[in-house]
Structures are given as structure tokens and as C-alpha cells.
């Protein structure tokens, strides 16, 4: 599921209240991204239904049998309706590599309705072999500043229910801190401080943006793509922070890596407490 809507509109000068949305969406004017160039993002992958093999949402590889996305793109599906393209730029060149998921780790406070919390983990039934175009994303632990710019990959921006292009996109968007954030959705609680929220710098109005895509900081893993209103309008989109859901993600990576050299036995149901214990 695609989660951004691209909708497109102009704004005049710099002035967010002046927007004018043109009459329709066309093709041509849904650009702002570019073709990633050859060799950037070898973490992105793209998340595919495994009868359909359609795209469904973007994630990103933070180690060699995990995956990190958004949990809307999973809710409600099972382990083996899914599958991992990994390695490379155009979802018509498929002939690299993928890969299976065995397990989902949802989120336990993600809120669907809301899109709080919005993150999961997914486990592959085998590890990741990396090469130049597929590598893991190290996480990002310092905060960003207002005006950092971020790097947002995904095949989901040239597209409008359903289209996706082939070439994988990207774009620079800025971070707007929380408060900010939170103001220009008039100081909705949707925006959470889970959220690292962002702004097309060009201000021409599209927003792009593939659900579960990841942001990009100095080469570190800030954000994961969750949610978004008409750019244009000067809303900034809502993504989850992967600084904020870090436990949750280092908990349920070490546990694994704990059950995986342990057998079996009491230690099972230990590591099932720990992981509702550090469910946040
Ligand atoms: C990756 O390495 C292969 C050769 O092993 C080379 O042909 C290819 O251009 C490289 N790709 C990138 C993105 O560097
Ligand atoms: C690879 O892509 C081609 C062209 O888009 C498609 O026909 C084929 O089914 C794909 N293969 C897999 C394994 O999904
Ligand atoms: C992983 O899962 C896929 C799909 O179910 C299966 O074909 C493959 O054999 C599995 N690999 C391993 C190592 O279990
Ligand atoms: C949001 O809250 C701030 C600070 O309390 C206030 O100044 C502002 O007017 C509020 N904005 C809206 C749209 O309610």
C-alpha cells in the first residue's frame, strides 16, 4: 500500500497560504524526485507480496537478516505472504536477490488508526549476502537539527494508485523539528515525538515518499516514511524516528541473535518477556 499521496500543487513565492492546487494530477508534473544514482541506497529494498511479486512499500536492510519498515505495510499479513527484493535500483532488473521472511515483529503500541508507532522488524529465513549494491544501514543515534537535510529513497514517488516506476527515486527533504511539525498540523496529537517529520525543500509541492521508505542522514538510518498530507499546503510528512524506536529495534535484533546461540528451553519464554518489557 501506497501510503503518501502524491498530490501536487505550485506554491507561489514562499507563502504556504498562497497555494494553488492545479485541476488535476498528471504524470509530468509528479516530478521533484530523481533517478537514484547507480550504487546510492544499497540498503533499500522493496517490500512485495509474495503471489502478487507487485511493490508494496520500500524498508531498509539493518543487518543481515533483518529488515526495517513500516508497520501499516505489514499489519494484518503473515510471514509468508511476503518477500524482500534487495540489490537493486530498478524493480524490473530483478534478477539479484530475494529474500524470505519467517518472522514479523510489529510494533506492540503501533496504533493503525493513528499511524503511532508506526514500525515493525521483519526477520529473513536466511541471512543477507552483501555486496556493492546491497549493504545494511547503520541507525542513527545523534538528534538532527532544524534544516538537516535528509535523503529519501523509493519507488513509490512517480506513483498515484498503484504506478510504480521501475528506477528507484530520490529526494533531499528537510527535517522540521517537532514542535514545528506538530503546529502546521494544527497541533494534532498524530504528531508524536516518535515522529521525525519532513519538508520538501523545493516547495513545489509533491510529496514523495514510499511507506516504510527510509531517510537518510550522513548515511545513517533517521527515519522510516509513515505518513504524509499535501505538501503543497506546507505540511511537513511524518516518519517514524529511528532514534526514539531504537531500543525496541536493538531488543528484538539481540534477542534473536541470543535465541538463535541458545537452543531452546526456559530461555525462550524469558526473551518473549523481555521483548513486551521493552516494547516502546
Ligand atoms: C559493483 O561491482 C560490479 C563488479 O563486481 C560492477 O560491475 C558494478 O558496476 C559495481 N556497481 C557499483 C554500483 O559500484
Ligand atoms: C521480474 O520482472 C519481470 C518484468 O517486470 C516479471 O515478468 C517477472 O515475473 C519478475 N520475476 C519475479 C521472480 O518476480
Ligand atoms: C526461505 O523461505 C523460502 C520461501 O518459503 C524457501 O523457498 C526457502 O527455501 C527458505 N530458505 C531457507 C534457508 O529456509
Ligand atoms: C498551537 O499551539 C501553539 C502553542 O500553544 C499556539 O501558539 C498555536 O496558535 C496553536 N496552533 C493551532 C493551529 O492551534
Known sequence: MLLLLL???AVTGEVFDEVVYPPQFTMERIVGGEDAPAGMAPYQISLQGMKSGQHSCGGAIIDERWIVTAAHCIHGKSANALRVLTGTQDLQQNDTKYYYVDRIVEHCNYEPRKYRNDIALLHLNESIVFDNATQLVELQHEPL?????LLLTGWGTLSLGGEVPAKLQRLEVEYVPFEQCREAHGNSTNVDIGHVCTYNDKGR????????????HNGKLVALVNWGMPCARGKPDANAGIAYYH????????????????????GGAESKDMRRAHCN
Open 7 to 9: 498530490l501536487i500543487g
Open 145 to 149: 537539527a532544524a534544516g538537516d537535510m
Open 205 to 216: 509541492g509533491a510529496c514523495h515518499g514510499d511507506s516504510g521508505g527510509p531517510l537518510v
Open 247 to 266: 531500543d525496541f529495534i536493538r531488543t528484538h535484533l539481540s534477542l534473536s541473535q541470543q535465541e538463535e546461540a541458545e537452543v531452546e528451553g526456559e
